[in-house]
């Protein structure tokens, strides 16, 4: 996992750690010292630590004006023991909501695990997003993880699922992947009315 780093081309239109507004601001990174784990297997220094034992983050690019942001994920996303998604509100949602960010896309290709709890989280989450046509949507999760919170019913707060899976988003600028997954976000939600 050590050799699993956050994808950094495009660095040169967003740096979490240079952005006043990011909640890693004026964050430093050791390149040659490994501190954070995941049990007991080193991750890569430029991961964001977010107060969780099994999750970290990297803020990929943010787009204030046109408000989204685009995060990935590494690790195990477990709501019954860590509280993961109170952890992720808390430290990250709920800052760049704070600045303005009501679109959030988690890149899931490195999250291995999900482990249900309570919906409150998300249940507040989606109300508080709905109020500015908001949402968060995970991209390119694993299956056995979406089928995990499709029985934690979750689908109803967050969108996840088939259209939204299978995206290379690396190979995309960050506009354009925003533009592929609010269209789909979009269309899915027109449907739900």
Known sequence: MHDIEPFFKWRDQYVASLDKKSPFYER???????????????IHPQWDDLGSNTLFAKILFADYSKHFAIIELIGEWNDCIEN?????????ID?????????????????????????????????????EEGYLCLVNSSE??????????????IHFGAALNDIDWRSKSPNHFYKEVDRIVMR?????K
């Open 28 to 42: 430093d990174y050791d390149e040659f010292t490994f501190t954070n784990k995941i049990y007991n297997y080193y």
């Open 84 to 92: 993961d998604i109170m952890t992720l509100r808390q430290n990250l």
């Open 95 to 131: 800052p760049l909501f704070d600045q303005g960010i009501y679109k959030f896309i988690l890149c899931m290709d490195n999250v291995y695990n999900f482990h249900a709890d309570e919906d409150d989280y998300y249940m507040e989450l989606y109300e508080n997003l709905s109020e």
């Open 144 to 157: 056995h993880v979406e089928n995990e919170m499709a029985r934690a019913r979750l689908q109803y707060y």
């Open 188 to 192: 899915g939600t027109q449907r739900l």
